[in-house]
């Protein structure tokens, strides 16, 4: 199956400052990225649907201030956390979809970010 | 509203055989996907499924009834590695992915 990187795979924060996320598709064009929290034990929440080119869609209730996503070329979809909190203390998972559409969704490793 | 539902936690026996059941409502569906997710760790793609039937491969086999609005995936030959998530997620008419809230698989020696 195709690749999809993040970096970094962990991240300590004071509160307060801002984290950049990378999520890379590493030999596949995505031409559509997707951002998810991940609390312990509980499922995937997507918290934005990302086109190249073109401005993050945010589901209800994520503040898109405060999560800025960038999709700036086919291969690469940043996420910053902008001003972090402990509660913004999560799992961070990105995930890429190529040109079909019925195309499954290949996940990065994820990021595990800690706000103190 | 859209829902999907599974079962929150199953126990299996190791090189025993366990199926993990999935029911969606959902507007439209263009397709079922099952993900398996260790603690910690990123979703993995495990299978797909669009049209009604059973889709083997390997060790794990997965079903679907459209007009059921159900799903399962079997594991056969259970290993102590199989201990994960098992995340059931839906296509809907916009090509959103709906997902489950995962079922949490335990297998015993």
């Known amino acids: 199956g195709a690749v999809v990187s993040q970096h970094p795979s962990r991240v300590i924060c004071k509160s307060g400052t801002s984290v950049k996320i990378e999520c890379r598709s590493l030999?596949?064009?995505?031409?559509?990225m997707f951002w998810y929290r991940q609390f312990p034990k509980k499922s995937l929440m997507l918290m934005a649907t990302?086109?190249?080119?073109?401005?993050?869609?945010?589901e209800q209730g994520v503040e898109k201030d405060k999560f800025l996503i960038n999709h700036a070329s086919l291969t690469l979809s940043t996420l910053t956390v902008t001003s972090a909190h402990p509660e913004d203390s999560s799992f961070y998972i990105c995930?890429?979809?190529?040109?079909?559409?019925?195309?499954?969704?290949?996940f990065g490793p994820g990021t595990r970010l800690t706000v103190t | 509203g859209q829902n999907i539902d599974q079962p929150t936690e199953m126990t299996a026996t190791e090189g025993a055989i366990v199926q993990i059941n999935c029911t969606y409502q959902?507007?439209?569906?263009?397709?079922l996907f099952w993900y398996q997710q260790h603690a910690g760790e990123a979703p993995t793609f495990l299978s797909y499924?669009?049209l009604d039937g059973l889709e083997e491969k390997g060790r794990f086999s997965s079903f679907l009834s459209r007009s059921k609005g159900y799903s399962y995936l079997l594991l056969k030959e259970l290993q102590m590695k199989d201990s994960a998530s098992y995340l059931c997620?839906?296509?809907?008419?916009?090509?959103?992915?709906?997902w489950g809230a995962g079922t949490k698989l335990i297998i015993k020696p």
């Open positions: 030999d596949f064009q995505a031409t559509t």
């Open positions: 997620a839906v296509f809907d008419s916009n090509y959103q992915l709906i």
């Open positions: 959902t507007s439209g569906f263009n397709g």
């Open positions: 995930s890429a979809r190529g040109l079909t559409p019925l195309g499954e969704q290949y």
């Open positions: 499924n669009v």
């Open positions: 990302s086109n190249e080119g073109s401005k993050a869609t945010y």
